[in-house]
């Protein structure tokens, strides 16, 4: 029996096709013609390496726009690599596709990584692709660059360091609502529409994430939702840390949501999906912050401090402390 055209051919052709060309513009995949590629070593740099999974159903919608799948993927693997400082390289990708997958869906997934590719100049190394009975099911191996020694970690915050986060929070979180249950009412069609486009289109904040290197002590981005994240943060660092509520950045969307009472600040930060960045540097970092965060073209915020002790405090504008809704989202 012939295929017809929306037909995937088999395997080495589907790679010919479809992610060989994703990989030119690095000659250490070879062209995915071979089994494995190479990275050559970088005087003076270390290699940082990141993976994250999302499978249909639990980290995107099965009927989502193919390039927007493909886009969220790599995405939130730059995310990682922004956190870590690390300027991107290359990723690996390995797909598991619903035996029912046709080729205009997976020219349309090329097409967002090619144009993310060309974004944020990160090129596809090699890979694997499977048929599956299952949901579609995709895996992504970020690497990226950093001074040697100058990686950013979770560890690293000390008491006394101011605590900063990027762009704004919780608008994932309401867009995952708008995706699923539609427009929230009150809001008008563009907020509708940003709060849609942050859960399903994150940010990765690559240059301010490789200039924090060496001003930041402690870094990760917000995927879990940002107590959670920040709880991340003072477990590993065995420091306590204490957040004014009212000064956590949040958009107009966010903001009108919140006057409908469409949901409370404790919800937005317990969200997950943000990819903003969740950092520490000491108070003498202040002013460079703010130049770094200029030339990035990305607002930052200060919302608490770093103390001694252990665990994380959040309180309202006459310092009590709040009880969350939300502590953050759990894999399992």
Not at 28 to 56: E, H, K, Y
Not at 236 to 263: C, F, N, Y
Request: net charge negative; hydrophobic share 45%; proline share 5%.
């Amino acid at each position: 029996m012939s295929k017809n055209a929306d037909t995937p051919p088999d395997e080495f052709a589907l790679i010919a096709q479809i992610f060989a060309p994703l990989a030119a513009g690095d000659p250490g995949s070879f062209g995915l013609t071979d089994d494995a590629a190479i990275i050559s070593s970088r005087p003076g740099q270390d290699l940082v390496v990141t993976a994250d999974m999302m499978t249909a159903g639990v980290h995107f919608f099965a009927d989502d726009a193919p390039d927007l799948i493909a886009r969220k993927l790599l995405r939130v693997n730059l995310s990682d690599l922004a956190a870590k400082g690390a300027k991107p390289h290359g990723y690996i990708l390995t797909v598991a596709l619903p035996v029912d997958t046709g080729m205009p869906w997976l020219r349309a997934f090329a097409e967002g990584l090619a144009r993310d590719q060309a974004e944020f100049g990160i090129n596809l190394l090699g890979g694997d692709t499977t048929a599956a009975q299952g949901p579609l099911c995709l895996s992504l191996t970020a690497t990226g660059w950093v001074g040697q020694g100058g990686m950013l970690r979770r560890s690293g915050a000390q008491a006394g360091d101011d605590i900063y986060v990027s762009g704004t929070i919780g608008d994932a979180g309401l867009g995952l609502r708008v995706r699923r249950d539609g427009p929230l009412a009150g809001l008008s069609a563009q907020q509708n529409e940003f709060l849609l486009g942050r859960y399903l289109l994150p940010q990765p904040r690559n240059q301010l994430g490789v200039a924090l290197a060496g001003a930041a002590h402690a870094c990760l981005d917000v995927s879990d939702g940002l107590a959670a994240d920040l709880g991340h943060i003072t477990g590993t660092s065995r420091v306590g840390a204490e957040i004014q509520l009212l000064d956590i950045p949040l958009s107009r969307a966010a903001k009108t949501a919140l006057d409908l009472k469409l949901a409370d600040i404790t919800e937005l930060i317990g969200a997950g999906d943000d990819y903003e960045l969740l950092f520490t540097a000491p108070p003498a970092q202040a002013q460079a912050l703010r130049r770094i965060a200029a030339a990035a073209n990305v607002a930052i915020c200060r919302i608490g401090r770093i103390i001694a002790g252990a665990g994380v405090v959040f309180v309202d504008q006459a310092n009590a402390p709040v009880t969350l809704k939300k502590s953050g989202y759990r894999h399992f």
